[in-house]
Protein backbone atom coordinates (compact mmCIF):
# COMPACT_ATOMS: atom_id res chain seq x y z
CA UNK A 1 0.00 0.00 0.00
CA UNK A 2 1.22 3.53 -0.95
CA UNK A 3 0.10 6.89 1.10
CA UNK A 4 0.38 9.85 -1.27
CA UNK A 5 0.30 13.05 0.80
CA UNK A 6 1.89 15.26 -1.65
CA UNK A 7 -0.92 16.61 -3.26
CA UNK A 8 -4.48 15.72 -2.12
CA UNK A 9 -4.77 12.54 0.38
CA UNK A 10 -4.81 9.30 -1.50
CA UNK A 11 -4.25 5.90 -0.83
CA UNK A 12 -3.03 3.69 -3.67
CA UNK A 13 -3.49 -0.19 -3.21
CA UNK A 14 -2.77 -2.57 -6.28
CA UNK A 15 -3.37 -0.47 -8.45
CA UNK A 16 -6.59 1.14 -7.28
CA UNK A 17 -6.71 4.55 -6.00
CA UNK A 18 -8.84 5.62 -2.69
CA UNK A 19 -10.04 8.68 -1.45
CA UNK A 20 -11.57 10.35 1.73
CA UNK A 21 -14.15 12.88 1.55
CA UNK A 22 -14.95 13.78 4.96
CA UNK A 23 -12.45 16.36 5.67
CA UNK A 24 -12.07 15.58 9.64
CA UNK A 25 -11.61 12.11 8.73
CA UNK A 26 -8.77 12.95 6.15
CA UNK A 27 -7.40 15.50 8.78
CA UNK A 28 -6.92 12.25 11.37
CA UNK A 29 -5.23 9.82 8.77
CA UNK A 30 -2.94 12.85 7.15
CA UNK A 31 -1.74 13.63 10.89
CA UNK A 32 -1.08 10.18 11.70
CA UNK A 33 0.93 9.62 8.39
CA UNK A 34 2.83 12.58 8.92
CA UNK A 35 4.10 11.02 12.72
CA UNK A 36 3.99 7.65 11.20
CA UNK A 37 5.31 5.74 13.95
CA UNK A 38 5.19 7.97 16.89
CA UNK A 39 2.23 8.34 19.19
CA UNK A 40 0.07 11.50 18.44
CA UNK A 41 -2.53 12.18 21.80
CA UNK A 42 -6.16 12.68 21.37
CA UNK A 43 -5.04 16.28 22.53
CA UNK A 44 -3.10 16.80 19.20
CA UNK A 45 -5.68 15.38 16.99
CA UNK A 46 -8.66 17.37 18.30
CA UNK A 47 -6.24 20.63 17.67
CA UNK A 48 -5.44 19.46 14.34
CA UNK A 49 -9.59 19.29 13.85
CA UNK A 50 -10.53 21.88 15.46
CA UNK A 51 -8.02 23.92 16.58
CA UNK A 52 -7.74 25.64 20.16
CA UNK A 53 -12.00 25.18 20.56
CA UNK A 54 -12.96 21.89 20.09
CA UNK A 55 -16.99 21.11 21.08
CA UNK A 56 -18.20 19.93 23.64
CA UNK A 57 -18.20 15.97 22.53
CA UNK A 58 -15.37 16.69 20.74
CA UNK A 59 -13.67 13.08 22.32
CA UNK A 60 -16.42 10.61 21.31
CA UNK A 61 -16.55 12.94 18.02
CA UNK A 62 -12.72 11.89 17.79
CA UNK A 63 -13.13 7.99 18.62
CA UNK A 64 -15.56 7.86 15.48
CA UNK A 65 -13.12 9.52 13.20
CA UNK A 66 -10.69 7.15 14.51
CA UNK A 67 -13.19 4.06 13.76
CA UNK A 68 -13.62 5.68 10.56
CA UNK A 69 -10.29 5.81 9.15
CA UNK A 70 -9.56 2.11 10.80
CA UNK A 71 -12.81 0.91 8.46
CA UNK A 72 -10.87 3.01 5.19
CA UNK A 73 -7.38 1.46 5.59
CA UNK A 74 -8.98 -2.13 6.14
CA UNK A 75 -8.02 -4.76 4.37
CA UNK A 76 -9.31 -8.39 4.22
CA UNK A 77 -6.32 -9.93 3.97
CA UNK A 78 -4.57 -8.06 7.44
CA UNK A 79 -5.21 -9.34 10.44
CA UNK A 80 -4.28 -6.21 11.85
CA UNK A 81 -5.09 -2.75 11.32
CA UNK A 82 -2.01 0.22 10.40
CA UNK A 83 -4.26 2.34 13.08
CA UNK A 84 -3.65 0.93 16.70
CA UNK A 85 -4.23 2.02 20.22
CA UNK A 86 -1.15 2.85 22.15
CA UNK A 87 -1.47 4.82 25.35
CA UNK A 88 -1.52 8.16 25.57
CA UNK A 89 -2.85 8.02 21.98
CA UNK A 90 -2.72 6.55 18.29
CA UNK A 91 -0.36 5.18 16.10
CA UNK A 92 0.01 4.22 12.46
CA UNK A 93 2.47 1.27 11.78
CA UNK A 94 3.89 2.14 8.42
CA UNK A 95 5.83 -1.72 8.30
CA UNK A 96 5.88 -2.23 4.48
CA UNK A 97 4.02 0.70 3.55
CA UNK A 98 5.41 3.74 1.43
CA UNK A 99 4.06 7.38 1.75
CA UNK A 100 5.39 9.76 -0.80
CA UNK A 101 7.19 12.10 1.34
CA UNK A 102 9.62 10.22 2.78
CA UNK A 103 10.77 8.57 -0.75
CA UNK A 104 10.89 12.60 -1.56
CA UNK A 105 13.24 13.98 1.34
CA UNK A 106 15.36 10.59 -0.03
CA UNK A 107 15.62 11.36 -3.24
CA UNK A 108 16.69 14.95 -2.17
CA UNK A 109 18.78 13.83 0.59
CA UNK A 110 20.98 11.30 -2.28
CA UNK A 111 20.52 14.48 -4.72
CA UNK A 112 22.55 16.79 -2.56
CA UNK A 113 25.04 14.30 -2.18
CA UNK A 114 25.53 13.58 -5.82
CA UNK A 115 25.91 16.90 -6.15
CA UNK A 116 28.54 17.65 -3.61
CA UNK A 117 30.68 14.42 -5.49
CA UNK A 118 29.62 17.06 -8.82
CA UNK A 119 27.78 14.25 -10.65
CA UNK A 120 24.87 16.27 -11.96
CA UNK A 121 23.85 14.17 -13.88
CA UNK A 122 23.08 11.11 -11.81
CA UNK A 123 21.96 13.81 -9.33
CA UNK A 124 19.10 15.58 -12.21
CA UNK A 125 17.42 12.26 -12.89
CA UNK A 126 17.29 11.92 -8.97
CA UNK A 127 15.89 15.17 -8.23
CA UNK A 128 13.78 14.83 -11.16
CA UNK A 129 11.90 12.21 -9.98
CA UNK A 130 11.55 13.73 -6.76
CA UNK A 131 9.70 16.69 -8.15
CA UNK A 132 7.48 14.13 -10.15
CA UNK A 133 6.22 12.80 -7.05
CA UNK A 134 4.37 16.15 -6.26
CA UNK A 135 0.81 16.25 -7.81
CA UNK A 136 -0.43 19.72 -5.99
CA UNK A 137 0.34 21.59 -2.69
CA UNK A 138 1.62 19.34 -0.22
CA UNK A 139 -1.74 17.63 1.38
CA UNK A 140 -4.21 19.44 -1.08
CA UNK A 141 -5.74 21.77 1.58
CA UNK A 142 -2.93 22.37 4.83
CA UNK A 143 -5.26 23.87 6.45
CA UNK A 144 -5.20 22.53 10.01
CA UNK A 145 -3.25 22.61 13.42
CA UNK A 146 0.65 23.11 14.00
CA UNK A 147 1.23 19.27 13.13
CA UNK A 148 -0.12 19.66 9.26
CA UNK A 149 0.89 23.70 9.10
CA UNK A 150 4.58 23.12 10.02
CA UNK A 151 4.54 20.02 7.76
CA UNK A 152 3.21 21.36 4.63
CA UNK A 153 5.69 24.41 5.18
CA UNK A 154 8.88 22.25 5.48
CA UNK A 155 7.46 20.01 2.60
CA UNK A 156 7.28 23.33 0.43
CA UNK A 157 10.80 24.47 1.80
CA UNK A 158 12.17 21.08 0.87
CA UNK A 159 10.42 21.36 -2.69
CA UNK A 160 11.98 24.84 -3.39
CA UNK A 161 15.50 23.05 -2.75
CA UNK A 162 14.67 20.52 -4.86
CA UNK A 163 14.41 22.84 -7.69
CA UNK A 164 16.77 25.23 -7.11
CA UNK A 165 19.70 21.93 -7.18
CA UNK A 166 18.01 20.89 -9.91
CA UNK A 167 18.34 23.71 -12.00
CA UNK A 168 21.91 23.81 -10.79
CA UNK A 169 22.85 20.59 -11.85
CA UNK A 170 21.16 20.87 -15.07
CA UNK A 171 23.00 23.94 -15.44
CA UNK A 172 26.25 22.16 -15.19
CA UNK A 173 25.48 19.52 -17.68
CA UNK A 174 24.93 22.59 -20.41
CA UNK A 175 21.20 22.36 -20.69
CA UNK A 176 20.41 26.58 -20.00
CA UNK A 177 18.85 26.77 -23.60
CA UNK A 178 16.38 24.55 -21.95
CA UNK A 179 16.22 25.72 -18.19
CA UNK A 180 15.24 29.54 -19.43
CA UNK A 181 11.34 28.86 -19.98
CA UNK A 182 10.93 26.75 -16.67
CA UNK A 183 13.30 29.57 -14.74
CA UNK A 184 10.59 32.01 -15.80
CA UNK A 185 8.22 29.99 -14.20
CA UNK A 186 9.60 29.83 -11.30
CA UNK A 187 10.73 33.44 -10.64
CA UNK A 188 6.61 34.64 -11.29
CA UNK A 189 6.05 31.50 -8.74
CA UNK A 190 8.41 32.63 -6.00
CA UNK A 191 9.31 36.21 -6.45
CA UNK A 192 11.80 36.58 -3.69
CA UNK A 193 13.32 33.76 -4.70
CA UNK A 194 16.73 34.97 -5.32
CA UNK A 195 18.64 31.52 -6.36
CA UNK A 196 15.96 31.42 -9.06
CA UNK A 197 17.22 34.74 -10.63
CA UNK A 198 20.39 34.19 -10.26
CA UNK A 199 20.26 30.76 -12.46
CA UNK A 200 17.86 32.50 -14.76
CA UNK A 201 20.53 35.08 -15.46
CA UNK A 202 22.97 32.64 -16.05
CA UNK A 203 21.09 30.69 -18.30
CA UNK A 204 20.19 33.64 -20.45
CA UNK A 205 23.87 34.61 -20.69
CA UNK A 206 24.63 31.04 -21.97
CA UNK A 207 21.82 31.57 -24.14
CA UNK A 208 23.61 34.39 -26.03
CA UNK A 209 20.84 36.89 -24.37
CA UNK A 210 23.24 39.23 -22.18
CA UNK A 211 20.42 42.12 -22.22
CA UNK A 212 17.67 39.94 -21.62
CA UNK A 213 20.24 38.45 -18.09
CA UNK A 214 20.62 42.15 -17.15
CA UNK A 215 16.88 43.04 -17.23
CA UNK A 216 16.28 40.02 -14.92
CA UNK A 217 18.62 41.17 -12.45
CA UNK A 218 16.46 44.50 -12.42
CA UNK A 219 13.42 42.97 -12.43
CA UNK A 220 14.95 41.19 -9.33
CA UNK A 221 15.97 44.37 -7.78
CA UNK A 222 12.81 46.55 -8.51
CA UNK A 223 10.76 43.41 -6.64
CA UNK A 224 13.34 43.03 -3.84
CA UNK A 225 13.60 46.69 -2.93
CA UNK A 226 9.27 47.21 -3.32
CA UNK A 227 8.49 44.25 -0.94
CA UNK A 228 11.26 43.98 1.40
CA UNK A 229 13.05 47.67 1.42
CA UNK A 230 16.58 45.63 0.21
CA UNK A 231 19.04 45.18 -2.21
CA UNK A 232 19.89 42.01 -3.85
CA UNK A 233 21.78 39.75 -2.56
CA UNK A 234 26.10 39.27 -3.29
CA UNK A 235 25.77 36.84 -5.32
CA UNK A 236 23.21 38.38 -8.08
CA UNK A 237 25.22 41.24 -7.42
CA UNK A 238 28.54 39.58 -8.57
CA UNK A 239 26.63 38.23 -11.09
CA UNK A 240 25.63 41.09 -12.67
CA UNK A 241 28.96 42.78 -12.23
CA UNK A 242 30.33 39.42 -14.03
CA UNK A 243 28.08 39.63 -16.85
CA UNK A 244 28.76 43.46 -17.75
CA UNK A 245 32.40 42.13 -18.12
CA UNK A 246 32.00 39.39 -19.80
CA UNK A 247 33.36 37.48 -17.25
CA UNK A 248 35.44 34.19 -18.69
CA UNK A 249 34.22 32.07 -15.11
CA UNK A 250 30.90 32.56 -16.43
CA UNK A 251 30.70 29.92 -19.21
CA UNK A 252 30.04 26.63 -18.38
CA UNK A 253 33.44 24.88 -17.58
CA UNK A 254 34.64 25.45 -14.82
CA UNK A 255 32.04 28.28 -13.60
CA UNK A 256 32.22 29.38 -10.13
CA UNK A 257 28.14 30.73 -10.49
CA UNK A 258 26.41 27.55 -11.40
CA UNK A 259 25.81 26.91 -7.49
CA UNK A 260 26.35 29.76 -5.90
CA UNK A 261 25.53 30.38 -1.96
Not at 129 to 153: K, Q, V
Not at 185 to 198: G, I, N
Request: hydrophobic share 40%; glycine share 6%.
Amino acid sequence: MRYEILGPLRVVDEGRQTFISARKIEIVLTTLLIRSGQIVTPDQLMEEIWGYNPPRRATAGLHVYISQVRKFLHRPWQTENPIVTRPPGYLLRQGADEVDYQLFLELIEQGRTLMRQRRPEEASALLERAIGLWRGPALGDPRGGPILEGFATRMMESRLECLEMLADAQLEMGRHRELVGRLYSLVAEHPLCEAFYRQLMLALYRSERQADALEVYQTARRTLNEELGLEPCQALRDLQAAILAADDQLHLHGSSFAAAS
